[in-house]
Each structure stands twice: as structure tokens, then as C-alpha cells.
């Protein structure tokens, strides 16, 4: 008899065995971030989260993977359901590239308490900041499947909320918010991702088909790098062992400043695991005086490189050196060019920055269910409220004459380079 194989979903499951080679063969299109590689580091590294993951499979070497993870207790405020409701942490962290939100609001949802929100389930990759699936074959029914067999399965698990914060507007991803909805929960915007593609013929192609603007922007950047004293090299694979430690400083004490809750044991973790694995990392290393006072590190799968980590001392280099964009948006590029890539994916972060320099946006979506039916039509319109304030805060709306609603200075990247 003939047909198409059938789709089996299995959810609670651990990741699947696969190392960078099967990845690069089997989840060729997959971002890094959401591979059993970086999975794996992230989970030793993330000991307080419990894997969680739903896996589709269909004929032999078929795969479909959602990473997500089981929360027991308020953690972090980027894996923190509730931020994306609009609480406000008493410690005054935000999420990535966050706005202020209502007070009233943020009290509304701490009197609620963590009852209705804990346990809680994180859809996605936690320190790629991305939620997503990864995969090997399509369906057009794929996500739906997988979204309405965990979402219950969930709730009988004794969750109290699935979250999926960084849905990425990639062509497909669309159907992940839409079974999320239809499974009871609620969507928002949640912010921009940033990406450029490489259609020119070189980086001299590419600046010269820049506008005036853009391209005069460029040469300033490295002009004030230059006039710094910081000097920019590259080292691969293994060669960035020495650095991983300073690496690992110099990230933190950038997503300290703009609001981000890894620590430098994560980063060292899941770098370290990579160039283990033997993933095509670059670091992209800025040197002041004999003192390393910048980096950027990326990878590159195929055809695509990844901006992921960026830190810089700024008592060093100062605030408006324009190290930032010579180090993390013109030097990959420049390689990008010279290697033949497609695409440089920078992720969320910096996103008007990125985009005076020429990369496009994509949207990112935030969807939430929660197992209390009767909270949801309010956990919606708080949803709501949080994506318009993040609207705010990303420059599509003005602010209402209410409430202010500031951006958080967009110096480097917090939650990526993701």
C-alpha cells in the first residue's frame, strides 16, 4: 500500500543523539542555536531547567525538534513567563532591548503570585534566545502537530504556562503562534531581528551599493575604531581556547549594561562545548595596548555566518568609539564577502543601529498559553499592552502622552548577536 509515512510526536522527550556532523548533514538549515550541540552545552550549563523537549519523527532519519524546557521557580527575567505579561521584576531587570511598562500592571500580575505561572515551560533555545523548530522534512500540518500534542500533554504534566517568547518571522514560522493560539493561548509582537544578505559581488560591491548615508556611516565607524587604538584580528577554532575566559567577561559585562542575565560560566560552557564539537567558531578579537577589550564570536554553518556573542570594556575604549560596529557588523561581513556566504544572521539587539547600516528586519512574536482558563482573557490583553510598548520602544509608535516608555541604550547587542 502506498501513502505518505505517518508523523509520530513524542513530547518530554531528551534531545536526540546527533554531533556537529549529523547536524550539519541532517538540520542543514537549522540555526545553531537549536541543534543538540548547543542544546547540550546549554543544559549543563542551565542546571536549574529540565529538558522538555517534543520531537516529531516520520520515515527513517526523519527529525523535527522544539527544544523546550520545564522552569520550577522564577528564574532569570529573560526565561521569566511573567515579563512577558509586563512584570516588572523587583530588581529592575528587563528583557532584552525592553521597555518600561505599566506599574499598574506589574502589581496586577504580582498579586497573582507564581501559582498560575510555575511550572512553566520555555518553548525554544534559552541562550540563543530563539523558539523555533529544527528540522529535516515538512509538512504543512508539522508545527500544528507537535504544538497540539504538547500543549496538553503539558497542562497533564502539571504545567502551569507554556511560553514561546523569540518566534522568528522566517517563511513557515508563522504556524507556531497560530497553533499556539488555537491551543488557547495569546500572540504579540515582541521585537526585530536583524539580517543582511549578501548580494553584491565583494565588501567593495556591498559598500558601494550602500546609500551615501549608510556607507559614509560605515567608514566612519572604522575611522573612530582606528582612531582609538583598538586593533582587530581573528583566530578560529581552536586558537580562541586561550580567550574563552575573557570572551565570557567581556559578554557579560555587555548584557550586564544592557539588561541580560547570562552569566560568564554559561558562555564559557557552551563556547567551549562548540569548539569541542569541532563547530566553525570564529572570535573576532579587538586588542588596546596589549589588552583584549573587545570581541565578537561567531559561527558559520554553510552558507550562513552568526554573529552570537559581543562584549567590550567600556572604561577602556569608551562609550562612542564605534568598536562595536567594526568588530561585530563590518568584520564578519568583510569575511562573509571573502568566503562566498549568503547571509550574516545578527539577531536581536541594536536593531536601529543595524538597520542604518543596511541590514533588513524580521519580527519576532511572543505567544503564551496558560493552563488557568480563566486568566487568559486577561493574560491576553496584558500581552497586548506588552506589544505595544515594545512597538514604542523599537521606534514603529509614539508613546502615549500617559505613560513613558524608553528604550534601553542600544550600545551592543543583549540577547544576541541571536
Known sequence: MGGAPRVVVATGQELPGMDWAGELADLTDAWPYLGPTWLAASEKALTDLQPWHTVATRARDELALLPGYVIGSPPVVDHEPRTYLGWQAPSGEEVCCGAQTDSCVSDEIDALGTE?????????SPLGYRTEVAYNFWTPTLLGQMVSALVPAAFEAGIKCVVAPWISGRSGNEALPQALDAAGGHSTFWGYEDFLRLDADSWDGHLAALPLK???????????AEA????ISRVDGGAIRPYVTRIAELTCLNREKNGAG???????????????AGADVRAYLGTKDGELVATCVAIRKHYRLFPKWAGFDYAAIGERSGIYFAL??????????????RTVEFGAGAHQAKVLRGCTPRPVTTSMVLADQDLRPRAAAWLDAFGASRHVAFGDAPAPARTQLPVIPASGACCSQG
Open 116 to 124: 498560575p505561572f510555575f511550572p512553566a515551560l520555555l518553548l525554544g
Open 214 to 224: 549608510k556607507r559614509q556611516r560605515i567608514k566612519s565607524d572604522v575611522r573612530r
Open 228 to 231: 582609538a587604538g583598538v586593533v
Open 262 to 276: 547570562e552569566e560568564p560560566g554559561h558562555i564559557a560552557t557552551v563556547l567551549s562545548a562548540l569548539l569541542d
Open 328 to 341: 561585530v557588523l563590518d568584520a564578519p561581513v568583510r569575511d562573509a564577502y571573502a568566503e562566498g556566504l
